[in-house]
C-alpha cells in the first residue's frame, strides 16, 4: 500500500504563504489564516509543499488504506483559493445558499477571490465543518 504523499511536516507555513506569487492570493490566504487559527485555536502545519492545516484525525477506509488528515485546512492554489471542508457539503447547504461565489469538488470550496464571498457565512461554514470533524474523531 502506497504512502499518501501529502504528509505533515515541519515546513514554515509563513515561508509557504509569502513565497505565493499572486499577490491578491496571498492576502486571501492571509485572511483564511487568521480566521482557521481563531476557529480552531490550534497552530497552522504544513501538509505537504501547498496544505495549511490545522489539528489532525486518522482515516482508515475498507481497502486498507489509512493516514492522517487535518480537520480543516486550505491551500492557495494558482486557479483558486481552496478550502478543504471535510465533513463535505451535504450538512451545509443552507450556508453555501448564501455563501456568494464559489465550486465544489468532494470536500473542496474553490473561491477566486474572498471577496466573492460573505465572510461571516464562511466562518459559519468552517465552525461547523471542524465541529463535526472534530467531534467525530475526538
Excluded at 486571501?28 to 505537504?48: C, F, N, Q, S, Y
Excluded at 473542496?108 to 468552517?126: A, G, M, Q
Amino acid at each position: 500500500m502506497k504512502d499518501p504523499k501529502t504528509k505533515q511536516n515541519e515546513a514554515s507555513v509563513m515561508d509557504f504563504l509569502n513565497s505565493v506569487e499572486n499577490e491578491k492570493r496571498k492576502s486571501d490566504a492571509l485572511v483564511v489564516l487568521d480566521l482557521m487559527k481563531t476557529i480552531t485555536k490550534l497552530e497552522p502545519k504544513m501538509l505537504g509543499n501547498s496544505l495549511v492545516g490545522f489539528g489532525s484525525y486518522h482515516y482508515k477506509y475498507a481497502s486498507g488504506r489509512e493516514g492522517d488528515w487535518p480537520f480543516t485546512a486550505f491551500s492557495p492554489r494558482k486557479q483558486n483559493l481552496t478550502i478543504y471542508i471535510m465533513d463535505g457539503f451535504q450538512n451545509h447547504q443552507d450556508l453555501l445558499n448564501q455563501l456568494g461565489k464559489y465550486s465544489t469538488g468532494k470536500s473542496c470550496l474553490y473561491i477566486k477571490k474572498l471577496e466573492d464571498v460573505d465572510h461571516k457565512i464562511l466562518e459559519k461554514l468552517i465552525i461547523s465543518s471542524f465541529n463535526r470533524m472534530n467531534k467525530k474523531y475526538k
